[in-house]
């Protein structure tokens, strides 16, 4: 089994949940990639995202035209206006005044909302292709810039059990860039709704404590594995996960016999480490000590005398 799976429910089997086809009018997408249209696309559908403001004191719902029109443009040629219907689609979709954050899901994983079933169904259809494409996009930067645009708003909707999959599905991107944007924001859904997320978001520290500790490369890997771990910590909902491993964590942070960007990366996962577990971290006081003090001496490197 993967070290992502959050769970054996056949209902979970399927990353992306396939809502009816509905139809649609017939509306021709510009799909031609040279530069004058490029140009004119990206400063239409920013230029869109100025309506998102209006629609939110007016009430108005620009949801049909968001799934018709500007999702088309998800798959378009260039990357710029992929990023740019992204980011368009994520600030159309909800109001700027929706604030999900600080609700919590019931047990079932089903979420309240103040949305009549037709705009509920189109905003879950949005979603479910803003998902895919930030799975599958050729391109890191617009998978980075979907995930990246789906802010507080969005918490109760991508916390439900069958938004999961892909999500972590994301933690095996690529781009290391990608995985911390996902690890946030899964550290995020973990505060609205734990049961689902917690036992995954468990397998992905051991994983990256694994990766620590067996990894032979004393860069790119250790380093990637350390940043990650200072987002993990930074979650305030998964610090119950760190106190429990907190021995292997202090054993396994690359301090010392590493490139100077590995060692700060350790000293400022150090910081955050301290920040979680407090007093917990003077048994390992002694042990820590001398590494920060040589960091301190050390001349040669700024970033970790700094750190």
Excluded at 10 to 27: L, N, W
Excluded at 136 to 151: K, L, M, T, Y
Excluded at 262 to 274: F, K, N, P, Q, R
Aim: some cysteine; overall charge positive.
């Amino acid at each position: 089994a993967s070290p992502y799976d959050i769970g054996s429910n056949s209902d979970t089997i399927d990353p992306f949940v396939t809502h009816q086809e509905r139809t649609s009018p017939s509306i021709v997408i510009n799909m031609r990639d040279s530069p004058e249209v490029i140009v004119k696309l990206e400063l239409s559908l920013r230029t869109l995202r100025s309506f998102g403001n209006i629609q939110s004191r007016k009430g108005l719902s620009l949801l049909p035209f968001v799934r018709d029109v500007v999702a088309q443009y998800l798959t378009h040629p260039s990357q710029d206006v992929r990023r740019e219907a992204a980011l368009t689609c994520c600030f159309l979709l909800l109001p700027a005044q929706q604030r999900n954050s600080d609700t919590t899901l019931p047990s079932g994983g089903r979420m309240k909302n103040n949305l009549g079933r037709v705009s509920e169904m189109l905003l879950e259809e949005v979603l479910q292709k803003l998902l895919r494409v930030a799975v599958s996009d050729p391109s890191q930067f617009v998978r980075n810039c979907i995930v990246r645009a789906f802010d507080v708003r969005y918490d109760t909707y991508l916390s439900q059990t069958h938004h999961l999959p892909p999500l972590f599905l994301l933690l095996q991107d690529e781009a290391l860039s990608v995985r911390a944007s996902t690890l946030e924001l899964l550290g995020r859904l973990a505060r609205v709704n734990p049961a689902p997320i917690l036992p995954g978001m468990r397998r992905i520290l051991i994983q990256l404590i694994t990766e620590l500790k067996c990894s032979e490369d004393a860069g790119c890997g250790k380093e990637a594995a350390t940043r990650l771990l200072i987002v993990f910590f930074k979650a305030n909902a998964l610090h119950r996960l760190v106190h429990p491993v907190l021995h292997s964590i202090i054993d396994v942070l690359p301090l010392k016999g590493n490139t100077p960007r590995v060692t700060t990366a350790a000293l400022d996962a150090l910081g955050e480490l301290a920040k979680v577990v407090k007093e917990e971290l003077n048994p390992w006081m002694h042990q820590l000590l001398p590494f920060v003090i040589e960091s301190m001496q050390d001349h040669s490197s700024n970033n970790k005398q700094r750190t």
